[in-house]
């Protein structure tokens, strides 16, 4: 695989059993997403989306065709494997925030250091360091019933962050937001991307954030439509 990329998929087919019908949802995915890019992947409801990138996450396998990240080979790897590098290499931010609501902004952010195993505690300052970058540096200790619902979504993009993940899915990340906190949202997955070189795969029904990503993809009934560069790296 080509070094200038971290993902690639070639020819997914994901098919699913109706009782006796069976439904193609993708027919055929390949694409390449590079270090450091924004890609952002539109098309109607239903066209295969959500399944895409739950595929790419490792959430689910392919009937047919190949992921690899960072080089690997997603098919090699057993489902404790999986889990291992989904939780290392891999973050994600949902259109719905699924923080815990019993633990604070804080406890939500360190998750997935605590499920990596090490020590979590002396990684506490990390999680502030990504609560303030969020801009919640006096919000720690709240919990989510006591955030808004764009608060509670960067805290979700924290903690999608805590383990240096090499790449962030999003899968409608600003669907339960007014207009104000998606471009909030937006302005700050760009300042991620622009500081860290955070690489984001992002489906969204957007279009004025796709406007600002360096590439997008449309899908239609299953297979890419049309891709536009819309920035270089």
């Known amino acids: 695989m080509n070094p200038d990329y971290l993902l690639k998929t070639e020819a997914l087919v994901k098919t699913y059993r109706s009782g006796p019908e069976v439904i193609e949802v993708l027919k055929g995915i390949s694409m390449t997403v590079k270090t450091g890019e924004i890609v952002v992947i539109m098309g109607p409801s239903g066209v295969g989306?959500?399944?895409?990138?739950?595929?790419?996450?490792?959430?689910?396998?392919?009937t047919r065709g190949k992921v690899w990240i960072d080089g690997q080979d997603m098919s090699r790897l057993d489902d404790l494997s999986l889990a291992r590098f989904r939780n290392m290499?891999?973050?994600?931010v949902f259109q719905f925030h699924y923080l815990l609501p019993e633990f604070t902004a804080l406890e939500n952010v360190l998750i997935p250091r605590m499920i990596k195993g090490n020590d979590w505690k002396k990684?506490?300052?990390?999680?502030v360091q990504?609560?303030?970058?969020?801009?919640?540096?006096?919000?720690?200790?709240?919990?989510?019933?006591?955030?808004?619902?764009?608060?509670?979504?960067?805290?979700?993009?924290?903690?999608?962050?805590?383990?240096?993940?090499?790449?962030?899915?999003a899968d409608e990340p600003t669907g339960d937001l007014d207009r104000r906190n998606s471009e909030a949202l937006f302005d700050l997955l760009l300042s991620l991307n622009e500081k860290y070189h955070q690489t984001f795969v992002i489906v969204t029904h957007n279009e004025m954030f796709a406007e600002r990503a360096h590439r997008v993809i449309h899908l239609w009934d299953g297979k890419i439509a049309e891709e536009k560069v819309l920035k270089n790296l």
């Open 49 to 62: 989306k959500s399944t895409l990138l739950n595929i790419v996450g490792t959430l689910d396998k392919p």
């Open 89 to 92: 290499h891999i973050g994600f």
């Open 123 to 127: 990684e506490r300052h990390r999680a």
């Open 130 to 169: 990504l609560l303030e970058e969020v801009g919640l540096g006096a919000r720690l200790h709240h919990r989510p019933n006591q955030l808004s619902g764009g608060e509670q979504q960067r805290v979700a993009v924290a903690r999608a962050l805590m383990n240096q993940p090499k790449l962030v899915l």
